[in-house]
């Protein structure tokens, strides 16, 4: 069995018709930090498991409804997520240690609005950002993650281009 997952980010408030498209076909939905908005949260397809952080421009609501942190196991794979992360080998402040301390096989953050995916070898960890789904930053296009986890591996990555920022 695999479980597929959409990886999103950065939403800022905003999500659209077309990334809700590709949420309705996945049976997880994390979401990396940034929401913006609880209204985002409240237009994901209902039935879906939702994994989310809080990043730095939610409010207090938000960032009392989900956590600076989230560790779980799912298909074999350990995973960390956190908004800010920082990216291989240069991670945020504390962000290496937690790395060491938890031993993921997948860690994720948002923040940098920058797509990345990159196995650390000195970590034996693979890092992942999604990029940002919203239209607020600087990132030229909107993007985000799917994937399956399966057997212990991550399975079948691709990146969704939803197009330029501002379309």
Not at 57 to 78: C, H
Not at 116 to 125: A, H, R, Y
Not at 146 to 164: A, P, T
Request: glycine share 10%; proline share 4%; charged share 25%.
């Amino acid at each position: 069995m695999s479980l597929k997952i959409a990886l999103i980010s950065d939403t800022h408030g905003f999500i659209d018709e077309k990334t809700l498209g590709y949420l309705a076909e996945v049976d997880e939905i994390w979401h990396a930090g940034d929401i913006g908005t609880a209204e985002v949260m409240s237009a994901l397809p209902k039935g879906k498991v939702v994994r989310a952080v809080y990043g730095n421009i939610d409010d207090e609501k938000l960032s009392q409804t989900y956590p600076e942190w989230q560790n779980f196991a799912l298909e074999g794979v350990k995973v960390l997520m956190t908004h800010i992360g920082g990216k291989p080998p240069r991670y945020a402040k504390g962000v290496r240690s937690k790395i060491e301390q938890e031993h993921p096989r997948l860690f994720i953050c948002g923040h940098s609005h920058i797509l990345k995916v990159e196995f650390d070898q000195k970590l034996n960890c693979l890092y992942m950002n999604p990029g940002a789904v919203g239209r607020q930053g600087f990132h030229q296009n909107r993007t985000f993650l799917l994937f399956e986890l399966q057997q212990g591996d991550v399975k079948n990555l691709r990146v969704v281009d939803l197009g330029k920022r501002g379309q």
